[in-house]
């Protein structure tokens, strides 16, 4: 049986960021946009370039990179990381 914890959206920056040295930014979005935690110049960021975007019915997590960005497991980290943000 897997157990996952809940994360507050600050508990889910924290962990994104103890994850990835190539974070540069970071914030977790209500439904509606607005900034619950973290960079707010982020709020309505869009999937490009170096911003990654993850999405539920409830939160969005985005995230600004680096240059080297290791694209296929900061994506499982994000989604990992909105399960976490959902089960809350």
Request: net charge neutral.
């Amino acid at each position: 049986m897997t157990v996952r914890a809940a994360l507050t959206p600050e508990g889910a920056l924290g962990w994104l960021g103890s994850l990835s040295v190539d974070l540069r930014a970071a914030a977790v979005l209500d439904a509606g946009g607005a900034v619950l935690a973290g960079d707010p110049a982020l709020a309505g960021a869009r999937e490009g370039g170096d911003v990654m975007v993850a999405s539920s019915e409830r939160h969005s997590i985005a995230v600004r990179t680096g240059p080297r960005p290791l694209k296929r497991l900061l994506r499982a980290d994000l989604r990992a990381a909105l399960e976490a943000l959902e089960i809350a």
